[in-house]
């Protein structure tokens, strides 16, 4: 008796969601780095398990939305507002550099200019926040870092959408409901914490939590707000993101709910996108020239080190160290799940091919190991002494707490 392809591949991929907490731990490597590296193992790239199937696409889009979702919930404006001129200069620095280098890189590597810019130019804050988090003490460093990380996610996220828009032809339209949606990502946050409207949810929702209403809620407004951008020609990704913004203003900062957010789609939906970026990865031909290599070091060269030009520069006037200012162009150079959310769709809409949807994975996958590892070894001064350098075990379980403890 033959087991159908659909079940042997959602087998396949069940045990990678499975097991990639357990090598996360062993191996001392971020989760979602590891789901992607699964993924590549079981794809096009090596045994070709699983391909790209009508179900695994719907779930790596539902991850997709789910993961933006999360990227919101994750922002806390009040550390925009804690530094707020230094925050906005060095994410302006942290944009316009990478941007600019990404602009003209494009001519050598054969990719629209804004495209690339606007992938450079991002920031992954899943994987800043739990490395600012451990480094609270450094109070100065701490705000500033997490603030123009989570102001540069923002602006990434309404230009990456509003670039998708362009070349999908209905900028002219769109631009002015991006204008909008962006406005909202500000307005509506504060809107519902001062009309007192998350107290007024929750005392409902809870007095039937055996239904889990607020957990039905949070997805119905998922959906909504992601059916809403699409309506409105803008990609569902921005209404996930604002329905994240909102819940985030809803919920206490690891109170119960996020916690079930968190575990829900870290758990399961995410997982599938990022377990799909894999399998349609192939990394067989990087390694078959010269060339294809030297430009995949080229990218990731100039992704990690145009971070470090643009955030340490303005870093550096608003008084930081040499060594601070450094460390937190490296930091601010992990890029993933933005990148792999922007490449994807990218894919999709014919923007990039497979081979340099390949070489944009391992850009990502590099950026994410290498580039606050070196951050972090510059900010404690341990360069001499690798071994006794101290990643936070936050960065390297990425929300994954509940699974690997």
Not at 155 to 177: A, C, D, N, R
Not at 231 to 260: N, P, W, Y
Not at 301 to 325: C, D, W
Request: charged letters at 15%; hydrophobic letters at 55%; proline letters at 2%.
């Amino acid at each position: 008796m033959e087991v159908s392809a659909d079940i042997l591949s959602l087998s396949v991929i069940l045990l990678g969601i499975l097991i990639a907490p357990l090598i996360s731990t062993r191996l001392r490597l971020p989760v979602l780095v590891i789901e992607v590296i699964y993924g590549i193992i079981i794809g096009r790239s090596f045994l070709n398990i699983v391909t790209e199937i009508e179900w695994l696409t719907f779930f790596s889009f539902f991850g997709l939305v789910y993961l933006l979702f999360l990227a919101g919930l994750e922002i806390e404006f009040d550390e925009l507002r804690s530094s707020l001129i230094p925050v906005i200069c060095i994410a302006a620095g942290s944009i316009i550099v990478p941007f600019t280098f990404g602009y003209y890189l494009s001519g050598l590597i054969r990719i629209h200019p804004i495209f690339l810019g606007v992938i450079f130019c991002e920031t992954s804050l899943g994987v800043v926040l739990p490395i600012a988090k451990s480094l609270k003490e450094r109070r100065k460093f701490f705000q500033i870092l997490l603030g123009a990380t989570v102001l540069v996610d923002l602006i990434s996220m309404f230009l990456l959408v509003l670039t998708l828009e362009f070349f999908t032809g209905s900028f002219s339209y769109s631009y002015l409901m991006s204008i909008s949606f962006f406005l909202a990502m500000f307005i509506l946050p504060f809107v519902i914490r001062k009309m007192g409207i998350g107290t007024k949810i929750w005392n409902w929702s809870l007095s039937r939590s055996h239904f889990q209403l607020e957990l039905r809620f949070c997805l119905g407004l998922i959906v909504v707000l992601a059916i809403i951008a699409e309506l409105v020609g803008m990609h569902a990704i921005l209404g996930a993101f604002l329905a994240g913004l909102i819940i985030s203003e809803l919920t206490d900062r690891g109170g119960d709910l996020e916690q079930k957010l968190l575990g829900m789609g870290y758990g399961f939906f995410v997982p599938f996108f990022f377990i799909s970026v894999g399998v349609n990865t192939d990394v067989s031909f990087i390694f078959k020239n010269i060339s294809s290599l030297l430009l995949l070091i080229s990218i990731i060269s100039i992704g990690i080190f145009s971070k470090v030009i643009g955030a340490g520069t303005v870093a550096k006037i608003f008084g930081f160290t040499t060594r601070e200012s450094l460390a937190l162009g490296f930091i601010k150079a992990a890029k993933l799940s933005i990148v792999l959310a922007g490449i994807e769709i990218g894919r999709s809409i014919g923007l990039i091919d497979f081979q340099m949807y390949s070489k944009f994975v391992i850009f990502a996958i590099v950026s994410t190991l290498v580039a606050p590892s070196i951050g972090i070894s510059i900010l404690r001064n341990k360069l001499e002494i690798v071994k006794e350098v101290s990643i936070p075990e936050e960065f390297w379980e990425l929300h994954y707490e509940d699974l690997t403890s």
